[in-house]
């Protein structure tokens, strides 16, 4: 059945590969978090052990509420490992034997790269395609970032 949601295929087709770099990008910080969340050690264990429990929760609602976006839009969201490697912006993980001091820089250094490439996704999303339905999705998402890079740039200040 035709999606008829008042946006051409084109655009449709177009706003589901940003959504899904954005999925990527998701996925691959869910990644990180969840391997800090088990290796983390050291000062503050107990703390940035909830605080990384917290934020991969965050980031899992965040990821189905995207996938779940572009099934909306009349499309498929990626769903494997590969594919969210070749569709991220984001580095992977340096490793699992950072000391907690690196891992949350390396989080903090991550989620302000996922605020800026959000912002320009919903310019993008409003200027050039005028989704609102997107948009705001995409703008709930970065504020989410940027109050998850506040909260560990504050642990590092």
Do not use: C
């Amino acid at each position: 059945m035709q999606t008829n949601i008042g946006l051409t295929t084109e655009t449709r087709d177009k706003l589901a590969q940003i959504l899904n770099t954005v999925l990527a990008d998701e996925h691959v910080l869910y990644t990180k978090l969840r391997n800090y969340h088990w290796n983390v050690t050291g000062w503050d264990f107990i703390s940035l052990h909830a605080l990384l429990d917290e934020q991969y929760d965050q980031v899992k609602v965040l990821a189905d509420d995207v996938a779940e976006r572009v099934r909306m839009i009349g499309f498929h969201p990626i769903g494997t490992l590969k594919a969210f490697l070749d569709a991220t912006r984001l580095d992977e993980a340096p490793g699992s034997e950072l000391d907690a001091r690196a891992m949350v820089r390396d989080l903090l250094e991550t989620n302000e790269a996922m605020v800026r490439n959000l912002r320009a996704d919903v310019e993008e999303t409003l200027e050039t395609f005028g989704d609102e339905g997107t948009g705001d999705l995409l703008i709930e998402a970065m504020r989410m970032h940027e109050e998850m890079a506040w909260m560990l740039r504050s642990l590092l200040e």
